[in-house]
């Protein structure tokens, strides 16, 4: 491997834990309602948030490996094949996924989601 590659490699991917994955989507969705908010003021945002959340998550799993709430408890989503960024096209199938809820449900043999198996996706911890 090159040195530009992500420093999760392959050999060393690292699971990350259902509660981790849990709290980051919960900060996540957060900062999401957040934000659609402030678009969709006074009113509630409604579907505006699944849009935010869908986008966001896209943009930043695809081109940063992490969104904010991954950033904050040490995740990355990688491609569990050799650890480098998914890409914007996975990022968007896996969010969608993600939104559907019920794929983020279901875990195969080994613990992994659904979703993040369709996306050819891993969730790990990072050592920063």
């Known amino acids: 491997m090159n040195d530009t590659t992500s420093s999760t490699q392959p050999a060393t991917l690292m699971p990350a834990s259902f509660g981790r994955r849990l709290v980051a ?17 006074p009113d509630p ?11 966001a998550h896209t943009v930043f799993v695809g081109l940063f490996a992490e969104t904010l709430g991954m950033r904050l408890l040490g995740l990355q989503c990688v491609r569990r094949s050799d650890g480098a960024q998914l890409g914007l096209a996975k990022s968007a199938l896996r969010a969608l996924l993600l939104q559907l809820v019920v794929p983020a449900l279901l875990t195969d043999a080994d613990g992994r989601r659904w979703h993040d ?7 790990v911890r990072v050592q920063r």
Not at 25 to 37: F, Q, T
């Open 25 to 41: 989507l919960l900060i996540d969705c957060a900062a999401c309602i957040g934000v659609a908010a402030l678009f969709s003021r």
């Open 45 to 55: 945002p409604g579907l505006l948030s699944a849009l935010v959340f869908f986008l």
């Open 117 to 123: 198996r369709v996306a050819g996706s891993a969730v």
